[in-house]
Structure formats: structure tokens, C-alpha cells
């Protein structure tokens, strides 16, 4: 299994401070994913990643922004936290063509 | 926007009966995949299917993948406590994102 965890698992914040989580992997997967989870809609792709600096918007983007400078590491920066981006956040990476994929064990984020 | 609609959302069964849940899309998919999530933790890949008509079995568990490609099923063979969890069906549209469905929160009483 590929190492991927989150940091923090927990953060609560105040409306209009900036954030960052991040998501580091073990292993040189080429393709990580932010997502969040919110009751009644699912997993949503926020961005994503198919390579150090390239990067490329998900369906809920707005208010969030991502870097990957390094293979391992992808961050997730919402740059004014608002309390709509009150979430649980996920990370996830993927094998390939045709595979899945493998999930952080998640940030619970509150903004207040 | 591809919607994959999952059904039902929730369900309550008691151990040792029969279940199955749906998921369907708007939209032809290229692949499908059946996740399992339980409470303060990421979803875990269960199964994989690609090719229209295939069933894959993992010990009580049995996936369908439609031979239209626009739904997928999961059936559960004698239920146990261990069971109970957010199933949630992801498809793939031909690109390297997945669409996840909404999810079937499945519990199951001892």
C-alpha cells in the first residue's frame, strides 16, 4: 500500500484566515486528488494533480487554490476561509489506467 | 456534469438477510468503482469493473457492471455487523477524474 497521510486531521479556523492542508505520499504516484466530502453531496474533486507543477481545476474549485512543487507533497490552500468551506477534506492518490484509488484518512475542517 | 445517483441513500437491514444497492449515471462510463467508508476515514477501493456485463465476486459481495454501461449494482449475501458502512460507486468518463455518487449509508443490526 502507498503511504498517503494528511495534516493536519483536525483544524478549526476563522472566517477570512488563510489554510493550508497538506497531503504527502511515499511513493511517486503521479496523480493525487483533493476532494470534499459534505453530507447529502458526496465526494467532489477540488483539483488535481498529474505532475510536479501541473495541476488542473475539479468541479467546486472556486475559493481554493493547490501547489505540488515536489511529487510527494500536494497542498491545499484555501486562501480566505469562509464557513461554507466548513468540510472534511480528502486526499487521494492513484496507481494508473484502470485502478483506484487510495485514500487519506482525511481533515476535518470547521471555520467559525 | 456527469450525476451518478446511488439508491437508496439509506438502509437498515438485520444481520443475515439479503441487500443490494444501485448506481446509475446520466452518462455511458468507461469504468466503475465500488468503495467502502467507515466513520473518520477515507473510502477504501472494494472493486473495479470495465467491461459491460461483468460481475465480480469478493466473498458475500457480488458487483454488476450493466451491459450499457450506465449502472452498476452491489449485492450482499447474508449480512454481518461488519458490513455496515457508506458504500459509495465512483465511475471514470474517460479522463483521469472520478465522479463519486452520493453514497448508500448501510447499517446492520445484530
Known amino acids: 500500500d502507498a503511504g498517503i497521510t494528511q495534516s493536519p486531521r483536525h483544524k478549526v479556523t476563522e472566517t477570512g484566515t488563510p489554510v493550508t492542508l497538506r497531503c504527502h505520499q511515499t511513493?511517486?504516484?503521479?496523480?493525487m486528488y483533493w476532494y470534499r466530502q459534505d453530507p447529502g453531496h458526496g465526494l467532489r474533486l477540488i483539483h488535481y494533480?498529474?505532475?510536479?507543477?501541473?495541476?488542473d481545476k475539479g468541479e467546486v474549485s472556486d475559493g481554493y487554490s493547490v501547489s505540488r512543487s515536489k511529487t510527494e507533497d500536494f497542498l491545499l490552500t484555501l486562501e480566505s476561509a469562509t464557513s461554507s468551506q466548513t468540510s472534511v477534506y480528502f486526499c487521494a492518490i492513484k496507481y494508473g489506467v484502470d485502478y483506484g484509488y487510495t485514500f487519506g484518512s482525511g481533515t476535518r475542517l470547521t471555520v467559525v | 456534469t456527469q450525476l451518478l445517483e446511488q439508491s437508496p441513500q439509506f438502509l437498515s437491514i438485520q444481520e443475515g438477510e439479503n441487500l443490494t444497492v444501485y448506481c446509475n449515471s446520466s452518462?455511458?462510463?468507461?469504468?466503475l468503482q465500488w468503495y467502502r467508508q467507515e466513520p473518520g476515514e477515507g473510502p477504501v477501493l472494494l472493486v473495479t469493473v470495465v467491461t459491460g456485463g461483468e460481475v465480480k465476486k469478493l466473498k458475500r459481495l457480488t458487483f454488476q457492471f450493466g451491459d450499457a454501461r450506465k449502472d452498476s449494482s452491489l449485492h450482499i449475501t447474508a449480512a454481518q455487523p461488519g458490513d455496515t458502512g457508506l458504500y459509495l460507486c465512483a465511475a471514470g468518463f474517460g479522463n483521469e477524474k472520478l465522479t463519486f455518487g452520493t453514497g448508500t449509508r448501510l447499517t446492520i443490526i445484530p
Open positions: 511513493e511517486n504516484h503521479r496523480y
Open positions: 452518462s455511458v462510463f468507461s469504468s
Open positions: 494533480s498529474y505532475g510536479v507543477k501541473d495541476t
